[in-house]
């Protein structure tokens, strides 16, 4: 039985209780939400090595960070490396986006060493058996490369089935046509052989396999805009809409689903956006890309989009896939891809802040305290990038005595607002002082 089918017979599954207990929650409402679809835990049991996570609007907001080799740079071993840097920044899931040769072995590794879920887009792998040739993929290669990846293992999978034929007139009026690498293969195979998707024509086979493995969908947002002229228009909300009919379909095949979201979108149409997905696809868990708000600043991605994403965290997503200062350039390096797990968590974080998630602001307070009480070592526990913190405070420390820690370089120890704080507390607290 997959997670969802358990939980809509009112099974309580021990991955439904480990999520309960890491995102303190009551079981019976994990249970509830994952049997209404509203929450989903994208765990396939042949991943021995994984464990559950949640995704929904009743858990912490959630990380995803893309590895995987391009045709043109990078080899299993700095994927590896690549693999072990997010799960050290806080990634809650990977995905393996690898194309070109040998991919199952490459997928393999990442599968052993991730204690995450990891995901994939099986049309890569489709492609490139066949060296890259999109107008001659074999709708059958596809569904075969479906199977043998939830054979080995993929706990999640996205699959661009709703991304239709009728469709691909309407996104090639924008400027930027179709960004998603998924959805221009599929438009292409369409508009060559004047077909329909064949993931949407042969979606119940799908569903077929993916309930045997209980392996996540993943509804795939092939229309997903490329630049802010081209957000919320025809072509996205078509293929929306059409996402929304496979998530009824998935639910009453008893597969877990979670629907891909823009793109590029302006800051003020970030909510209509998230109301938008949540309403069509009925509370299904939103899994956004940013949104990135402008399109005026590559090299600094990670930043236009993490402002769209702690807007999409507040108003409807559940899991942000982070982008990283290459995103538009060029395949991350290491550190490109510490950059944007962190930059994502912060996102995340702020984002369960404001939408007021129990518990969310407790670290933010116990790094006031620190911060009021110059405790520089808890400071650097409680920060998200720790060490980075405290390099960056040793780098301008003015002397090493210890006891001279109650201020830093910024304002110095006659200007310290922090210590003239304290020296007015104390002059009304002798008390206190002493
Ligand atoms: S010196 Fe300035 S920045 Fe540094 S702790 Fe004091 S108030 Fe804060």
């Not at 991304?163 to 996104?171: C, E, Q, S, T």
């Not at 090299?299 to 982008?323: E, K, N, P, W």
């Not at 129990?358 to 720790?386: H, N, V």
């Amino acid at each position: 039985m997959t997670q969802l089918q358990s939980a809509q017979a009112g099974i309580i599954t021990p991955a439904m209780r480990q999520v309960a207990t890491d995102e303190n929650v009551d079981v019976a409402r994990v249970c509830e939400a994952v049997a209404r679809g509203h929450a989903v835990i994208p765990l396939n049991p042949a991943h021995t090595s994984a464990r559950p996570i949640g995704v929904g609007r009743l858990f912490r907001t959630k990380v995803n960070a893309n590895i995987g080799r391009s045709t043109q740079r990078s080899a299993c071993r700095e994927e590896q490396r690549k693999l072990q840097v997010a799960l050290t920044a806080g990634a809650d899931f990977v995905m393996d986006l690898s194309v070109g040769a040998d991919l199952a072995s490459i997928r393999q590794g990442l599968l052993d060493a991730s204690p995450v879920p990891l995901g994939t887009v099986p049309v890569y792998e489709t492609i490139s058996r066949m060296q890259g040739d999109v107008p001659q993929m074999n709708p059958d290669l596809l569904l075969k490369v479906i199977r043998e990846q939830a054979e080995q293992g993929v706990d999640f999978m996205t699959l661009h089935a709703g991304l239709l034929h009728r469709h691909v007139p309407m996104a090639m009026q924008r400027i930027m046509g179709i960004v998603s690498r998924g959805g221009a293969i599929m438009a292409e195979w369409m508009q060559t052989h004047n077909r329909e998707n064949p993931l949407y024509e042969r979606w119940d086979e799908v569903l077929e396999i993916l309930v045997r493995h209980d392996v996540t969908v993943s509804l795939g947002d092939g229309l997903r805009p490329g630049c802010l002229a081209d957000a919320s228009d025809a072509a996205q909300f078509g293929e929306l809409d059409v996402l929304g009919d496979l998530v009824q379909r998935c639910r009453r095949a008893g597969v877990q689903v979670m629907v891909e979201g823009p793109g590029h979108v302006p800051f003020n149409q970030i909510q209509m956006n998230m109301e938008r997905e949540q309403q069509v696809c009925d509370g299904a868990p939103f899994y956004v890309l940013g949104p990135v708000v402008t399109d005026i600043a590559p090299g600094y991605d990670h930043i236009t989009s993490c402002i769209g994403a702690t807007a999409a965290t507040v108003y409807g997503a559940s899991l942000l896939c982070y982008v990283t200062p290459a995103e538009h350039l060029g395949l991350p390096d290491e550190d490109e891809v510490h950059q944007g797990m962190i930059a994502y968590r912060i996102a995340a974080h702020a984002g369960d802040v404001a939408r007021g998630l129990p518990g969310a602001r407790d670290r933010d307070d116990a790094m006031s305290r620190a911060r009021a009480a110059f405790d520089w070592k808890r400071q650097f526990e409680l920060a998200l990038d720790g060490p980075h913190a405290q390099a960056r405070w040793q780098k301008t420390r003015t002397h090493t005595d210890e006891a001279q820690d109650d201020h830093c370089s910024m304002c110095g120890p006659e200007f310290c607002a922090m210590r003239t704080t304290k020296r007015i507390r104390d002059a009304k607290n002798p008390a206190s002082a002493s």
